[in-house]
């Protein structure tokens, strides 16, 4: 037991999952501005760098999670859980990064009206990630944990509507685009950028069941 009370008891987690949430919100935030200047090659690259550079930090911050996990005695939560949350709040930020990179180096020519409402819609996702895992420390309160289960239903709505999106866009590409090569470049985007909605769906799932578990 004398080994038990040298370890810390609680971590700072929940803190961690904040900053984490910011620099999800950062990089979904950089990437639209990159979509929306996509015309300026100057302003596109220097987008492309912000998210970038967000995904990093954010690696660095799952890193200093999983580190404490191994450290800390006691924690708030399930060590299951804050491993799968924090991983599954990594992944959103990588797809940002893998779709931007795609888009360089495929070179697509212009970007899409579908493009910008998945992008949109993605962007709205990853708030909702942000502000659901900001309530995660306060589940003890009944209305925290009422809300969070209110926000992780917006995201479920959200990723059907991006679902929607995707398979008009699809439909639309498929019957409209007459270059084949510019079809396999917007498919693999479109799908990318739906596979951001359901990262932060996973994320919802995850924070549906921490809250129904600690509250």
Do not use: W
């Amino acid at each position: 037991m004398i080994f038990g009370k040298l370890l810390p008891r609680e971590g700072n987690f929940f803190e961690l999952f904040n900053q984490h949430g910011e620099k999800i919100v950062e990089g979904a935030r950089a990437f639209m501005a990159m979509v929306q200047n996509y015309s300026d090659p100057a302003e596109r690259e220097r987008y492309a760098v912000q998210v970038d550079a967000a995904e990093r930090q954010a690696d660095k911050i799952t890193a200093e999670v999983n580190r404490l996990l191994h450290k800390t005695f006691i924690t708030p939560i399930d060590r299951e859980q804050i491993h799968s949350l924090i991983n599954a709040m990594d992944d959103i930020l990588d797809l940002l990064q893998d779709s931007s990179e795609t888009m360089s180096l495929y070179d697509v020519r212009a970007m899409t009206d579908e493009v910008e409402r998945l992008t949109d819609l993605s962007v709205k996702c990853c708030e909702r990630v942000r502000h659901a895992v900001s309530l995660l420390a306060q589940l003890s309160k009944h209305d925290a944990a009422e809300a969070a289960i209110k926000t992780c239903e917006e995201i479920d709505k959200l990723e059907s509507d991006a679902d929607r999106v995707m398979r008009a866009a699809m439909s639309k590409l498929f019957r409209e685009e007459e270059d084949v090569r510019e079809l396999i470049k917007l498919k693999a985007i479109y799908e990318q950028l739906e596979a951001i909605s359901d990262r932060c769906e996973d994320v919802a799932n995850l924070i549906e069941g921490i809250v129904l578990e600690n509250s």
